[in-house]
C-alpha cells in the first residue's frame, strides 16, 4: 500500500496539502494511508527544512509548498 | 540544539497574481473573499481587475513576471477573464464559481462554506488543465450572466 506522509506543524497550508493528497487518492481509487506528521522531531530527523512537506513512500517529493491534486496524482502514477 | 525547520509554510510557492472579477452579485463579491483569503494564506497576491483594465504598466509588468495569473469569475460572463485577455494576460488557472455549484443571485448572501469551497478548489488545481478561455454560451434571454434576469 501506498504510504503519503504530510509533514507540518499543523497549519492552514498542511490542512490544504493533506486535502489535495486525499482527493489524488480519491481521483486515483489507489490503496494509499494518508498520514499527518506533526511531530517536530519526527519532521527534523527527516531533514525537512520547510514545511509542508510531502512524502511518498519514504521519499520526500515536495517541501515548501503545496502541489496541486494533479501534480500529486502524477507522483503517484510514477 | 538541531536547526528547526521553518514555518515559512509556503515559502517555495510559485509567485501567483489573483485577479478575482469582484462583480456586484453574491459570486462576484466571493470572488473577492476568496481571493483575500487565498492572499492571506500564501497561495498568491490579490490584484485589482479594475487596474488592470486600465492598462496600468506597473500592474501589467508584474503581472508579466508572475509565474501564474490566477483569475476568479464569479459566473460565466467571464468579466475578469476578458479584462485580462484585453491586456494580454493569460490565466494559469481559471475558476467560474457557478461551475463549482454556487448559484448566482438574486440573495446577496454567502457563507464560510462558500468561501472555503472556491479556496480550496483554487489550492487543489481544479481551474487548471482545461479550456478555459472559451466563454461558455450563457443561458437565459438577458445579459447572458446566467442570473435569470436578477442581477
Known sequence: MTKIEILGTGCAKCYRLFANAEQAVKDLKIAADVIKVEDIDEIVNRGVMMTPALFINGQARAQGRIPDVNEIKKMLTE | ?151
Not at chain 2, 7 to 26: D, H, L, T, V, Y
Not at chain 2, 33 to 49: F, K, P, R
Not at chain 2, 120 to 139: H, I, L, M, Q, S
Request: negative net charge; contains cysteine.
Open chain 2, 1 to 151: 540544539m538541531a536547526e528547526q525547520p521553518t514555518c515559512s509554510c509556503g515559502a517555495n510557492e510559485p509567485k501567483r497574481i489573483i485577479f478575482p472579477c469582484a462583480g456586484q452579485a453574491n459570486v462576484g463579491q466571493l470572488t473577492n473573499l476568496a481571493a483575500l483569503q487565498l492572499t492571506d494564506e500564501g497561495y498568491g497576491n490579490i490584484a485589482c481587475v479594475a487596474l488592470l483594465a486600465t492598462g496600468a504598466e506597473s500592474l501589467l509588468a508584474n503581472t508579466m513576471t508572475a509565474d501564474e495569473v490566477v483569475i476568479l469569475d464569479g459566473c460565466p460572463m467571464l468579466c475578469a477573464k476578458k479584462i485580462a485577455g484585453a491586456q494580454g494576460v493569460a490565466a494559469g488557472q481559471h475558476l467560474v464559481l457557478t461551475e463549482l455549484g454556487l448559484t448566482k443571485g438574486p440573495s446577496k448572501s454567502y457563507t464560510d462554506a462558500d468561501i472555503e469551497k472556491v479556496v480550496a478548489a483554487c489550492w487543489k488545481g481544479e481551474g487548471r488543465n482545461k479550456d478555459a478561455a472559451t466563454p461558455k454560451k450563457a443561458g437565459g434571454n438577458n445579459s447572458g450572466c446566467g442570473c435569470g434576469g436578477t442581477c
